[in-house]
């Protein structure tokens, strides 16, 4: 048995790079040298930093093609879906950076009246190391969005990257390395569930996952111990509803590419579609017209192979199921595949309670169903446990269903857009997860809220002693009726 992570490309078959399994002694090696480079890390202010991350994201956008070519060859997706992703990460290196001095620097609060006489101010201080678990379908965009947040907020990180993509992992801590002085507050620790259990014992200040709602659970039970706290980004079953008044080319449009972009393999992919039955026959007409998608290992394919063999199994026995059950593919077909490429596939006449309908499909397949009224849609959208992202076309009502729907985030007339606004947190609700990543949210929940009072110089009756004058406690009745009564 090998003692090593082996990336392999679903490309190519060939073998991408190889990394040492780390053991426990590792893990905690690697979170003993990380406190130690955090001391450092934090004590350089927000200025210092700001311009030592900026360099870093420079020499990456030099480096851009590179790291396209990287993310390909480990996860085989589309050269397309590789930049765009590449673009995102850089984007919210950028506004982590830019925006961690004004989010937690020291600042003034109200006293109140009752405390007049006390100066009253909050800062957010970093928590020291920070333990990243990433994922594979996106190993640049989703880790660094725990990893320079948690960096611009003054925090060391120990990552662990999905075993299928270690190499796009190491890329990130060698590049960072020569803008912190020789410093290495990006640690790597290289293998499976065993070193994720490693590092959720290894004493970190916080552990950020993303992943399975399944593994989130033994994430959050291996962390239980050490009372560690986690944030989790979890699973999701994203839905779209399209109401009488869409634009319903744009968004039979936004529909196909939400599915289907990146083989389907994202967490806040579109995965069903809700379509008010007077639009319904001129939606689906438009879906089959937007889809001349075809997955290929080739350059011109306009998606990859599905990344790992396990999930080639899960999306064609979901597909499977809801045919056997009466479904009917109007694209594509149930079982398309050869190998690790998967067609893409659209199905209406699902059965509600279908895999397809009620599971994390995670891959390039949509499921469409017709609608009477937006109740019905709202419905049907929130009867999973899942709460992630979603999407919602309409002319007049976008916002209003948008607000009703059970999740962290919606774009309205568009797929997918908040996870391309940095100032917006990005996270679930339900089994989607809980925390956020991103925005003023995201650099706080890799710092701890420090709150500060100093007493002025005018003079109070002060109730924090036993030499209190007896008027006072005898005015509190009175003083209770006037202020709150």
Same mark, same amino acid.
């Given at each position: 048995?090998?003692?090593?992570?082996?990336?392999?490309?679903?490309?190519?078959?060939?073998?991408?790079?190889?990394?040492?399994?780390?053991?426990?002694?590792?893990?905690? &090696?690697?979170?003993?040298?990380?406190?130690?480079?955090?001391?450092?890390?934090?004590?350089?202010?927000?200025?210092?930093?700001? $311009?030592?991350?900026?360099?870093?994201?420079?020499?990456?956008?030099?480096?851009?093609?590179?790291?396209?070519? *990287?993310?390909?060859?480990?996860?085989?997706?589309?050269?397309?879906?590789?930049?765009?992703?590449? *673009?995102?990460?850089?984007?919210?290196?950028?506004?982590?950076?830019?925006?961690?001095?004004?989010?937690?620097?020291? &600042?003034?609060?109200?006293?109140?009246?009752? =405390?007049?006489?006390?100066?009253?101010?909050?800062?957010?201080?970093?928590?020291?190391?920070?333990?990243?678990?990433?994922?594979?379908?996106?190993?640049?965009?989703?880790?660094?969005?725990?990893?320079?947040?948690?960096?611009?907020?003054?925090?060391?990180?120990?990552? $662990?990257?999905? %075993?299928?993509?270690?190499?796009?992992?190491?890329?990130? !801590? %060698?590049?960072? &390395?020569?803008?912190?002085?020789?410093?290495?507050?990006?640690?790597?620790?290289?293998?499976?569930?065993?070193?994720?259990?490693?590092?959720?014992?290894?004493?970190?200040? $916080?552990?950020?996952?993303?992943?399975?709602?399944?593994?989130?659970?033994?994430?959050?039970?291996?962390? #239980?111990?050490?009372?560690?706290?986690?944030?989790?980004?979890?699973?999701? $079953?994203?839905?779209?509803?399209?109401?009488?008044?869409?634009?319903?080319?744009? #968004?039979?449009?936004?529909?196909?590419?939400?599915?289907?972009?990146? #083989? +389907?393999?994202?967490?806040?992919?579109?995965?069903?579609?809700?379509?008010?039955?007077?639009?319904?026959?001129?939606?689906?007409?438009?879906?089959?017209?937007?889809?001349?998608?075809?997955?290929?290992?080739?350059?011109?394919?306009?998606?990859?192979?599905?990344?790992?063999? !396990?999930?080639?199994?899960?999306?064609?026995?979901?597909?499977?199921?809801?045919?056997?059950?009466?479904?009917?593919?109007?694209?594509? !077909?149930?079982?398309?595949?050869?190998?690790?490429?998967?067609?893409?596939?659209?199905?209406?006449?699902?059965?509600?309670?279908?895999?397809?309908?009620?599971?994390?499909?995670?891959?390039?397949?949509?499921?469409?169903?017709?609608?009477?009224?937006?109740?019905?849609?709202?419905?049907?959208?929130?009867?999973?446990?899942?709460?992630?992202?979603?999407?919602?076309? !309409?002319?007049?009502?976008?916002?209003?269903?948008? +607000?009703?729907?059970?999740?962290?985030?919606?774009?309205?007339?568009?797929?997918?857009?908040?996870?391309?606004?940095?100032? *917006?947190?990005?996270?679930?609700?339900?089994?989607?997860?809980?925390?956020?990543?991103?925005?003023?949210?995201?650099?706080?929940?890799?710092? #701890?809220?420090?709150?500060?009072?100093?007493?002025?110089?005018?003079?109070?009756?002060?109730? =924090?002693?036993?030499?209190?004058?007896?008027?006072?406690?005898?005015?509190?009745?009175?003083?209770?009726?006037?202020?709150?009564?």
């Amino acid at each position: 048995m090998s003692n090593d992570v082996v990336s392999t490309s679903p490309l190519t078959g060939r073998e991408v790079g190889r990394f040492p399994i780390a053991a426990d002694h590792d893990v905690r &090696r690697a979170v003993a040298s990380a406190r130690e480079d955090a001391a450092w890390w934090g004590s350089l202010g927000h200025a210092e930093r700001r $311009k030592r991350l900026t360099a870093w994201r420079r020499d990456l956008a030099g480096r851009y093609e590179e790291i396209v070519d *990287l993310i390909r060859a480990e996860t085989g997706k589309a050269t397309a879906d590789a930049r765009i992703e590449t *673009l995102l990460a850089l984007h919210h290196l950028a506004w982590a950076a830019d925006n961690a001095r004004r989010v937690l620097r020291r &600042r003034r609060v109200r006293s109140g009246l009752l =405390m007049f006489n006390h100066r009253a101010s909050v800062e957010y201080r970093p928590l020291g190391v920070v333990g990243v678990i990433g994922p594979w379908n996106f190993p640049l965009f989703t880790p660094l969005g725990s990893i320079a947040y948690a960096l611009a907020a003054g925090n060391a990180v120990v990552f $662990k990257p999905s %075993e299928h993509t270690p190499v796009v992992g190491a890329f990130l !801590s %060698e590049t960072l &390395r020569p803008f912190t002085s020789g410093r290495n507050v990006l640690h790597v620790v290289h293998g499976g569930a065993d070193v994720g259990a490693a590092l959720c014992a290894s004493g970190v200040q $916080k552990l950020a996952f993303t992943g399975s709602t399944a593994t989130a659970k033994k994430i959050m039970a291996a962390c #239980a111990p050490t009372l560690t706290p986690v944030l989790i980004e979890a699973g999701g $079953k994203d839905a779209m509803i399209v109401d009488a008044d869409a634009d319903v080319t744009a #968004a039979a449009r936004a529909a196909v590419w939400g599915g289907m972009a990146n #083989a +389907g393999q994202a967490c806040i992919g579109i995965e069903r579609v809700y379509v008010h039955r007077a639009v319904f026959d001129h939606f689906m007409d438009a879906v089959r017209a937007e889809m001349p998608v075809r997955a290929g290992l080739d350059d011109d394919a306009a998606i990859g192979p599905i990344t790992t063999g !396990s999930q080639v199994e899960i999306i064609r026995a979901q597909l499977v199921e809801a045919v056997s059950r009466g479904a009917r593919p109007v694209v594509g !077909s149930a079982d398309a595949r050869d190998g690790n490429v998967i067609q893409p596939a659209v199905l209406v006449d699902v059965p509600d309670d279908a895999r397809v309908m009620t599971e994390e499909t995670f891959g390039p397949a949509l499921t469409l169903r017709a609608v009477q009224t937006m109740d019905e849609a709202i419905s049907l959208v929130n009867s999973t446990g899942y709460g992630l992202g979603g999407a919602v076309f !309409s002319r007049r009502n976008g916002a209003a269903i948008a +607000g009703r729907m059970r999740a962290g985030m919606v774009s309205v007339n568009a797929v997918q857009a908040f996870a391309a606004i940095a100032s *917006l947190p990005y996270g679930g609700v339900g089994e989607s997860g809980f925390g956020r990543i991103h925005g003023d949210e995201g650099l706080r929940e890799f710092a #701890a809220a420090a709150s500060l009072t100093v007493r002025g110089p005018l003079p109070s009756v002060d109730m =924090m002693t036993f030499r209190r004058p007896p008027l006072v406690d005898r005015l509190l009745p009175a003083v209770v009726r006037r202020l709150f009564g």
